[in-house]
Structure formats: structure tokens, C-alpha cells
């Protein structure tokens, strides 16, 4: 008698420890799978230049910087949902020229707009791949050159266009994401008075982790 009634205590004791579990493993399913949902991310990015200085030889270096902010989704069809950002992203170069050590600190805000498919699904777990488009606006230029730093507003343009891919992993209403994004025009927008013109593009790799509400 003893032994059956310790039994049934036991059994009583571990569906009280598993119901909340299993209601929060539920919910955080739900989460990430809803058709709508919005939530706040913030990592880390290692930027660089696709910089040409003609008739010059430089090496660059990467830049860390940050990334952070918005985030919201909604699912298309099925597996298929569209991803869109605002995000305030430092990116920039350290480059060697003219035996300096040069630097450009560019701080944008960035919009991507991403088609996230869901490529595996186990549990309150989900893995993807996302791709599309990102539109990022100038809020702030820094120039370094020749150990002196200075605040610039016209040797790079006001705004950008890249493309981004990349993935990452749903855990609940968790995310961690990795993307790459390449600038698709030249940002340069120097007055060289005739002489051949320096090109730039932006290059980043970023790492960022979210939380969906």
C-alpha cells in the first residue's frame, strides 16, 4: 500500500514538474511558427571594401562593428515567409595607403526586406535560409587618414544597395542569424577633377541574435 501510494505521489509530483514545461515548449513553438510576429535583434559585423585606387597598391583590413535593431515577419505560404528589418549598422574599412594606416567608419540605417523559407522543423526548433535585398541610408561618415580623424559628410554617398543571404536557427523565440551582404553600387562620390576615380562597395558579414514577442 505504501509502495502504490509513493507511487502515485511521484507520478502526481513529475506531471506537475512536466505540464509547465511542455505548455512553455508549446507556446514557444507557436511562437516561431505564427503567421505574424515582430521581435528585437543585435550582434556583431565584420565589414570590409571592395576598394580599387587606381594606380595605387592597398591592403585592407576587416572593421568590427555592431548591428541592432527591429525585426518583423509574415508567413507567405506554408514554409515560405517575408522577413523585414531596421537595423542601425556601423560598417567601414581599415586600409593601408600611402604608408598610412587609414580608416572609414560608416554608420548606416539599414532596411532588408528577406524571403525566409523554413528548411527544417524538430520540435520548438527550426532551421532556415533567407535571401533578399537591403536598402541602407547614411547617417554617418568618419574618415581616419594619416592618424587624423575627421567627421565628413560627402565622399560617400547618402544611401546603398546590396544583397543579403544567409540562415539561421529558431530555438523557441530565440534566433541566431548569420547573413553576408554585398553592396551592389559604388558608394564613392569623391571630385577628383579629372583624374581616374577611386571605387568602393560594401562587404559584411554579420552575426545577430534575436528574440521574437
Known sequence: MRLARSVRISILVLTALALPAARAAAQSQQSSDSPDTYGVKAGVLWSTLDLVIPDAIISENQQLGFTAGFFGSTRLAGRLYLDFEVLVTTKGTKYDFADFENELRLTYLELP???????????????????????????????????????????????????????????????????????????????????????????????????RF
Do not use: C, H
Open 113 to 211: 526586406v528577406l524571403a525566409r523559407v523554413r528548411v527544417l522543423r524538430a520540435g520548438a526548433v527550426t532551421a532556415y535560409v533567407s535571401g533578399g535585398a537591403s536598402f541602407a541610408f547614411k547617417l554617418k561618415e568618419v574618415q581616419k587618414e594619416a592618424g587624423e580623424e575627421t567627421s565628413v559628410d560627402d565622399d560617400v554617398k547618402k544611401w546603398d544597395i546590396g544583397i543579403a543571404m544567409g540562415g539561421g536557427v529558431s530555438i523557441g523565440s530565440f534566433v541566431v542569424d548569420a547573413r553576408y551582404t554585398l553592396g551592389l553600387i559604388d558608394i564613392v562620390d569623391v571630385d577628383t577633377a579629372g583624374f581616374a576615380e577611386p571605387t568602393a562597395k560594401n562587404k559584411a558579414i554579420s552575426v545577430t541574435f534575436g528574440y
